[in-house]
C-alpha cells in the first residue's frame, strides 16, 4: 500500500454494521480491509476507515492493519446518542473525504467484499470523463434472510446490467473524481447522503455511470431477523424523514396514507426486477416470506418518518 502523500486512490469503509448494535466489535471489518490490502496489480491507495468514538476493537485492528488510517471522529452528536439510527454513517463519510488524499475517492462499507481488481479497475473506470462510478454488487451468502437483505437493498445492482449512465448509483460501492466532489462540496460537508450528492453532480451537468466490471460482494451474517427488521425499520423512518424535509405538507399527509400499500409496491419492484434479469429466482422464492416482512418493516419506518418528521436522536 502507497505511502505518498497524493495516493491516486483513497479507499474510504465505514462500518454501516453498527446501525443494530453500536457498541459492537466491528466484526465485518477485518475481511473487508483485508480483500483491501490483497488486491492485484494495486494503484497507489490509502484506506481511510473513520469511526465514532463508541466503536470498540479499534486499538486492535490498529495493530493487525497498521497500514490503515482509523480515525476517530469524537464529534458526532448522532453516533453519541444512546439511540440506535446509521444518520452518523453520512458524517462519517465526510470526514473521511475530508481526510482523503487520492485523486479519486471511492467509497464503499464494512459487510462489502471488493473483488481482487476492485482496486485496479475503479483507476482504469475513471481514465473515461465520468465524474461518479457505480459498480454491481453480488451477494455472498446463501441463507434465505441474507438473500432477502440483500434483494431489498442492492438487487437493483445485481448483474447482469449494460454499463451506461445511471439515475441512482450505490455509496457501497461508488468512486468520485475528487475535482467532481469538490464541485458540490456544499451537498456533502453536512453529512455525505448519496441521493444529495448525485442529485447535485446532475444538476450540475455532469453524469452518473454504472459499470458491471467493479463488483464487490455483500456478506451480512450473522444477522437476526429481529436485526434485519429493526435495521428495515430505521433506514425507512430516516428515508421518510428525508422526504418531510423537502416535500410539501399536502404530499407529507398523502405519502403517509398511501404507506399500508408500500410493501406490496416495494416486493413487486423487487419480483419484477429479479424476473428482469433472469438470475437467482429460486433464492428470490426461497427468501420471499422475509422480504415480506423486511419491506413492511420499512414502511412502518418510512410511515414514522412522515408523521413525526424527526429521527430519534433529534427529539
Not at 405538507?249 to 424476473?275: D, E, N, S
Request: include cysteine; aromatic fraction near 8%; charged fraction near 25%.
Amino acid at each position: 500500500m502507497s505511502t505518498e502523500p497524493h495516493p491516486e486512490l483513497s479507499v474510504i469503509v465505514i462500518v454501516a454494521s453498527d446501525t443494530i448494535h453500536r457498541r459492537a466489535e466491528p466484526a465485518l471489518l477485518p475481511d473487508t480491509l483485508d480483500a483491501l490490502l490483497h488486491q492485484s496489480d494495486p494503484p497507489a491507495l490509502e484506506i481511510i476507515v473513520p469511526h465514532h468514538s463508541l466503536t470498540p476493537g479499534i486499538d486492535a485492528l490498529r495493530v493487525r492493519f497498521p497500514s490503515v488510517r482509523f480515525i476517530e471522529i469524537k464529534e458526532l452528536r448522532s453516533a453519541l446518542s444512546s439511540n440506535a439510527g446509521h444518520e452518523h454513517h453520512h458524517e462519517l463519510r465526510t470526514h473521511g473525504i475530508l481526510n482523503a488524499r487520492g485523486r479519486i475517492v471511492a467509497l464503499t462499507e464494512d459487510h462489502a467484499r471488493p473483488d481482487p481488481d476492485w482496486c485496479r479497475r475503479i483507476v482504469d473506470a475513471h481514465r473515461g470523463p465520468h465524474p461518479a462510478i457505480g459498480g454491481a454488487i453480488e451477494n455472498e451468502s446463501n441463507v434465505p434472510l441474507m438473500w432477502s437483505v440483500y434483494f431489498s437493498d442492492f438487487g437493483k445492482y445485481q448483474t447482469p446490467f449494460r454499463a451506461g449512465p445511471a439515475s441512482a448509483i450505490s455509496d457501497a460501492n461508488v468512486s468520485y473524481k475528487r475535482a467532481a466532489l469538490e464541485a458540490v462540496r456544499a451537498a456533502w460537508i453536512n453529512g455525505f447522503r448519496e441521493p444529495e450528492v448525485n442529485a447535485a453532480l446532475l444538476s450540475s451537468g455532469s453524469s452518473l455511470y454504472l459499470t458491471p466490471d467493479i463488483v464487490i460482494r455483500q456478506r451480512r451474517s450473522p444477522l437476526t431477523l429481529g436485526d434485519a427488521l429493526r435495521e428495515r425499520f430505521i433506514w425507512g423512518r430516516s428515508y421518510g424523514v428525508q422526504r418531510v424535509r423537502v416535500i410539501s405538507p399536502a404530499r407529507r399527509a398523502f405519502y403517509a396514507a398511501m404507506a399500508p400499500a408500500l410493501p406490496a409496491l416495494l416486493v413487486l419492484r423487487m419480483t419484477a426486477r429479479v424476473i428482469r434479469k433472469r438470475r437467482n429466482v429460486r433464492d428470490f422464492v426461497r427468501a420471499l416470506p422475509y422480504t415480506v416482512l423486511l419491506a413492511a418493516g420499512w414502511a412502518f419506518g418510512e410511515t414514522a418518518g412522515y408523521l413525526y418528521g424527526t429521527l430519534p436522536e433529534e427529539e
